[in-house]
């Protein structure tokens, strides 16, 4: 049962990028999947959550209007659409799953699975 995600880079300002999260050994649609973020010297922030089931879906403040996620269940993997990226996007960008327990409104150390995290790059 693991998370792989992927898709991370160096990208300019005002660039885009799109995080792919492909899990194995489990079916991502009975899962709550979020996405993560830690920049050098910050704690991990939400970034955003998409549940199963209804499909709702959370954004932070901060990506609201920039960011996209999805959800392939035919593919088993869940997307994060980065537009309109900032400098203050650089992070690592973990993925993470919970069949009961919404990750974007949970402590991260109870969330049952968690990728191994991508590297985001925002710079000229």
């Known amino acids: 049962v693991q998370l792989q995600a992927s898709g991370g880079g160096l990208v300019q300002p005002g660039g885009s990028l799109r995080l792919s999260c492909v899990a194995s050994?489990?079916?991502?649609?009975?899962?709550?999947i979020g996405w993560f973020r830690q920049a050098p010297g910050k704690e991990r922030e939400r970034v955003s959550c998409i549940s199963s089931g209804d499909g709702r879906i959370y954004y932070a403040d901060s990506v609201k209007g920039r960011f996209t996620i999805s959800r392939d269940n035919a593919r088993n993997t869940v997307y994060l659409k980065m537009n309109s990226l900032k400098p203050e996007d650089t992070a690592v960008y973990y993925c993470a799953a919970d069949a009961v327990r919404p990750p974007c409104f949970s402590l991260p150390r109870d969330l049952e699975v968690w990728g191994q995290g991508t590297l985001v790059t925002v710079s000229s």
């Open positions: 050994g489990f079916l991502l649609d009975y899962y709550h």
